[in-house]
């Protein structure tokens, strides 16, 4: 059942705009009703909030959350994602935005400096890039900016000359840009009308006096005592990073396009602040589970070791931290996948169990789940070398423990 192989993952606002490895909106809406924790579930955190699943299924089902994350496009969006909007009153601003795109022409362009988006005539054509600075002038003199915003995010990353099914920066080859034609204002019209029909859905069923936090702030430092209290949590629904940014899903390489147009902060160096951008000289955890792993990977690249050991250092201060914010006999359920470096497996859920375990937990369970909707790169390199390539993981793990 937890495969949901013919569920729609793209209901309710969820689907606003594509994000990678996004957590599927069934796995967390599941979790919250069949794993609830005993006694009060008043709270829920999302300590790696990426597009906002948990926090929409939270407001769904009526209970209120908090969110964080580094990457700015991952908190624009779930702050859209998350709001309550006048339907009317947007597709009256829609409407006005429609009236003046039959009027467009370069001399109505208003603003033609792009020098904010790196090498960008490396990435768009000088046409794309003078209707995307048309549309967000349209947007610009609207009430509710960020609802169309969300719609122009998507479609500048979509315009542009990267390869598609790609979430790193890859250039297409110049015979598809020669045939590359994209209608840039269709593309976002067609965004934003779907966009209507899911905030239409959404609208139908939450419960307006649900409250939404969403923060920026970094759980491998502390959690912020005035947002939440030692306790304060009563469940913990997330889908963590399953290795750094650089090496494997690569946020801040996605994100870019819309992070430089919005003018965003960190958007050229994003994936550096996430788990693991900083290097790691050695281990702070102890571990049991995965040591002989560690010690292979060691034997056969010092340096790709490292790597893995500063993204796991992270992850132990982060559920170190995420710990402490949870109550008594509260619940964590880590949706995780195994990354494969060197051709060698790295058993997350052991390793996720293991240091929740370290911080006064008792593991319940864990589910293996098939990931056949999961939007993730369906190859990857594990040696860095140029065309050497294996699968990814086709399963993850959901592991779930309970506070004592």
């Known amino acids: 059942m937890w495969s949901f192989k013919e569920a729609d993952t793209k209901e309710y606002t969820h689907c606003y705009h594509t994000y990678p490895a996004m957590m599927i909106p069934q ?38 959350s908090v969110g964080t994350d580094l990457n700015p496009l991952a908190r624009f969006m779930t702050s859209v994602k998350t709001k309550h909007y006048n339907y009317n ?3 009256m601003q829609f409407r006005e935005i429609q009236s003046h795109l039959i009027f467009y022409s370069e001399k109505n362009v208003k603003i033609r400096n792009f020098d904010r988006i790196s ?6 054509n000088e046409e794309t890039l003078m ?36 979430f790193k920066r890859y ?28 905030l239409n859905s959404y609208n139908s069923k939450v ?14 430092n502390g959690i912020p005592s005035d947002i939440i209290n030692e306790g304060d949590i009563d469940m913990v629904v997330t889908s963590p990073p399953y290795g750094d940014s650089k090496t494997t899903v690569a946020y801040g390489q996605f994100s870019r396009w819309a992070n430089e147009w919005f003018c965003f902060d960190n958007a050229k160096n994003l994936d550096t602040i996430l788990m693991g951008g900083s290097k790691a000289t050695k281990e702070i955890f102890k571990t049991n589970t995965i040591r002989n792993i560690l010690d292979k990977i060691d034997h056969l690249e010092h340096k790709r070791y490292l790597e893995v050991v500063s993204f796991l250092n992270d992850y132990y201060l982060s559920i170190k931290n995420v710990s402490k914010s949870v109550r008594s006999r509260g619940t964590v359920c880590y949706v995780v996948g195994d990354r494969r470096v060197k051709g060698i497996q790295i058993p997350l859920d052991y390793f996720t169990a293991e240091m929740f375990e370290t911080f006064g937990f008792k593991h319940e369970t864990t589910i293996v789940r098939e990931i056949p909707n999961k939007r993730m790169p369906s190859k990857t390199s594990p040696t860095n070398k140029v065309g050497e390539k294996v699968s990814t993981m086709s399963n993850e793990y959901i592991v779930i423990l309970n506070k004592k």
């Open 27 to 64: 796995v967390a809406r599941t979790l919250i009703k069949e794993y609830r924790p005993e006694g009060k579930l008043d709270l829920i955190l999302d300590p790696y909030m990426g597009s906002g699943t948990t926090l929409v299924e939270a407001s769904l089902a009526g209970i209120n």
């Open 119 to 124: 090498n960008y005539s490396f990435w768009y």
């Open 89 to 91: 009153n947007l597709l």
């Open 207 to 220: 419960n307006k006096d649900v409250a939404v936090g969403i923060y920026g702030f970094n759980t491998i």
């Open 171 to 198: 250039r297409m080859n110049e015979s598809s840009i020669a045939k590359f034609n994209p209608d840039t204002f269709n593309l976002f019209e067609k965004k934003v009308v779907r966009n209507l029909e899911g």
């Open 131 to 166: 209707k995307l600075s048309y549309l967000s002038q349209l947007i610009e003199n609207v009430e509710d900016k960020d609802f169309f915003n969300v719609a122009l995010s998507e479609t500048i990353r979509e315009v542009s000359f990267t390869r598609k099914g790609e």
